[in-house]
């Protein structure tokens, strides 16, 4: 199916792991974000690239790398989670960067203790 | 003021109503609209995109007002599967490159 894949669904850990998350779409796109939606359902922006390159960074604390190795994926790696960073973390890919609608993976649901 | 904004509601409405949310954005700069509905504890989904001219699709009508900065979705002949959370989306020039603003939501309950 075409669509935009993330692992893993559901993610628990402790206070200062590392953990990572991977984002794979097959639909072509140039364009990859990742989003934060936080308990009180608000979807803020963290990064986005575009073939690759960085073109977008929303003051986002540097415990979080995104990795792109190539166009179709987009990984995140969160260094010393904290209890704030609970929240459900959503991959997204466009056509173009930001002229074109995006399509939105299911959803990585991170739960620190 | 946001750059995007909505009323959160909720919005309760009777089967067969119709109902209109509106989001009003701050850049006049802005380029390109988009409604999205996020079902509960589901992924964004593109419902569709707004135009210049308004555009309609099905019991959906979207409208784009550049003079006073907002846009409007209009759902008639409300259904219970309509039950979700409305998102609007601005994309906007910010830096030289362009942004992607999410609204917070306006959450729709349909109800028998």
């Known amino acids: 199916d075409t669509a935009v894949s993330q692992t893993p669904k559901y993610l628990v850990t402790q206070m200062g792991n590392d953990k990572s998350i991977k984002c794979e779409q097959n639909?072509?796109?140039?364009?990859m974000y990742w989003y934060k939606q936080d308990s009180k359902k608000f979807l803020k922006i963290m990064f986005s690239?575009?073939?690759?390159?960085?073109?977008i960074n929303e003051t986002v604390p540097n415990r979080f790398s995104p990795k792109s190795p190539d166009k179709a994926h987009l990984n995140l790696h969160i260094n010393s989670l904290e209890l704030g960073d609970s929240a459900v973390y959503f991959c997204a890919s466009s056509p173009l960067s930001g002229r074109a609608a995006q399509y939105f993976g299911p959803g990585t649901r991170l739960l620190v203790l | 003021r946001k750059e995007v904004e909505q009323d959160p509601g909720p919005f309760n409405v009777p089967e067969g109503a119709t109902v209109a949310f509106n989001c009003t954005y701050s850049n006049s700069a802005s380029q390109s609209f988009f409604w999205y509905r996020q079902d509960c504890r589901k992924e964004p989904k593109l419902l569709m995109s707004v135009y210049s001219s308004g555009n309609e699709d099905g019991r959906f009508t979207a409208q784009l007002n550049r003079a006073s900065q907002y846009i409007s979705l209009l759902i008639r002949d409300s259904k219970l599967s309509d039950s979700a959370t409305y998102l609007c989306v601005v994309n906007m020039n910010s830096g030289g490159y362009q942004k992607v603003t999410f609204g917070t939501g306006t959450k729709l309950q349909v109800i028998p």
């Open positions: 639909l072509g796109h140039d364009t």
């Open positions: 690239y575009n073939n690759k390159e960085l073109i």
